[in-house]
């Protein structure tokens, strides 16, 4: 059975900075592209970052300079490193895991930024 679990949000004030992570269980997750989508209500997922299996990242424009998507050592861990937070980052962040035609998604972990 395939997990994905996050863990790492929460409440931080506009200008902190969040760590999350998503473990991964039951995939061979180094040949996998591994990402952070976030989702507000009412409106579409959207890619946050994503980092290949040879480790090539790529950003959506809203959050580059700030967040930076990594691999644990252990290779069955994405990180997604937040800082500069603003209040519009606030939204439930999913992990997701992706090869060919196989594609997983973690619970979600909410962040808010708010003073």
């Known amino acids: 059975q395939v997990r994905l679990v996050e863990s790492g949000g929460g409440l931080v004030q506009p200008g902190g900075s969040l760590r999350l992570s998503c473990s991964s269980s039951?995939?061979?997750?180094?040949?996998?592209?591994l990402g952070w989508y976030r989702q507000a209500p009412g409106k579409q997922r959207e890619l946050v970052a994503t980092?290949?299996?040879?480790?090539?990242?790529n950003y959506a424009d809203s959050v580059k300079g700030r967040f930076t998507i990594s691999r644990g050592n252990a290779k069955n861990t994405v990180y997604l490193q937040m800082n500069s937070l603003k209040p519009e980052d606030t939204t439930v962040y999913y992990c997701?895991?992706?090869?060919?035609?196989?594609?997983?998604w973690g619970q979600g972990t909410q962040v808010t930024v708010s003073s």
């Open positions: 997701n895991a992706h090869w060919a035609a196989h594609e997983y």
């Open positions: 039951g995939i061979i997750v180094s040949i996998y592209a």
């Open positions: 980092i290949t299996s040879n480790g090539y990242t």
